[in-house]
């Protein structure tokens, strides 16, 4: 559990180095970094599923990012903020932390009572598909209708995006 | 610098040629067994657009769109949405949405679980296609920035 922590640690580095940092190049290989964490994560969890779809969506946005963003020239802006928005941040901050701790503490143990529905899908999902992967038995047979859901998202977001940046028909 | 020359070095260019098909295979084995091992239509579908996106930036524009132009991409997409919608309408025949009518076969053989081997191939299609799409229309053809460095 110890690896799981240090790991943890180190994604929070990473995302905050993203944020602060000023070149945007250095700035989206932190990003990686945190991608590659949350990885590792996944393989330490288990969930091999996960983990490559994290790695390889992970090295298509990397891709995409750096392409889009190499050849642009931007600089961050240094903007003078007020030094009492770092008091209320704080106190934000403090807040929400006192907050999370009150709602982490009732949760139950990491993974313990198996829930009602997760033990019949666990049970049940080789005998009734006869598929190996029981992560592909449940979200392509007991709930085929969610990932119909989730591929409908993907293609209005795919739709969405060519709408913005087509070729032709735009207005000079 | 020399002329300018469509992708990347030479040394680029002569890997390319023999990871690129490695990437393709290795996406199709994750697609295909999808329902034995870990991986699926998703991460399958990305890894294949994957291998699309190496060539592109290997070889330039032209010679990767020849192989996979941008029209064949969003019929290739909507093809495997289509898919993926009949294959859960396939299943009203034997009463309700998605229901897994196709024979089901044996644990750990490549042709068992019905409808799960198609459901992937068709979330491969979509995913593979659609992401593929995004990566032209955002890394390639960036119109609005260059319309606005030439009218400076």
């Known amino acids: 559990m110890i690896e799981l922590h240090l790991i943890l640690f180190l994604m929070i580095i990473g995302a905050v180095v993203a944020m602060e940092i000023e070149d945007l190049l250095s700035s989206i290989i932190a990003l990686g970094a945190v991608g590659m964490g949350l990885t590792l994560e996944f393989l330490l969890l288990r969930a091999p599923d996960l983990a490559i779809t994290q790695l390889v969506v992970e090295i298509l946005s990397l891709i995409i990012l750096i392409k889009a963003t190499v050849s642009v020239d931007i600089q961050a802006k240094k903007t003078r903020t007020n030094p009492y928005y770092f008091i209320f941040a704080l106190l934000f901050v403090a807040v929400f932390l006192w907050f999370s701790y009150k709602a982490v503490v009732q949760l139950p143990a990491f993974g313990q009572p198996l829930m009602k529905m997760g033990g019949q899908y666990i049970a049940e999902a080789a005998k009734k598909t006869s598929a190996a992967n029981i992560v592909a038995a449940i979200i392509l047979d007991f709930r085929g209708y969610d990932t119909l859901g989730e591929a409908t998202i993907l293609f209005t977001s795919v739709i969405g995006v060519l709408a913005v940046l087509r070729k032709t028909g735009r207005k000079k | ?152």
């Open chain 2, 1 to 152: 610098m020399k002329a300018k020359e469509a992708g990347m070095s030479l040394i680029v260019k002569r890997i390319t040629k023999i990871t690129v098909s490695l990437i393709f295979l290795f996406g199709v084995y994750i697609v295909l067994h999808g329902h034995l091992t870990p991986g699926g239509g998703f991460a399958g579908g990305v890894i294949i657009a994957l291998s699309f996106i190496h060539l592109v930036l290997a070889f330039g524009k032209e010679i990767a769109l020849k192989k996979f132009s941008e029209s064949a991409a969003s019929l290739t997409e909507s093809l495997g949405g289509l898919m993926f919608l009949g294959v859960g309408l396939l299943g009203l025949l034997g009463g309700y949405f998605f229901l897994n009518i196709l024979p089901h076969g044996k644990t750990f053989d490549l042709f068992s679980s019905g409808i799960i081997v198609l459901c992937n191939i068709a979330i491969f299609l979509k995913v593979g296609a659609g992401l593929f799409s995004i990566f032209i229309a955002m890394a390639i053809l960036k119109i609005p920035l260059e319309d606005n460095q030439e009218n400076k």
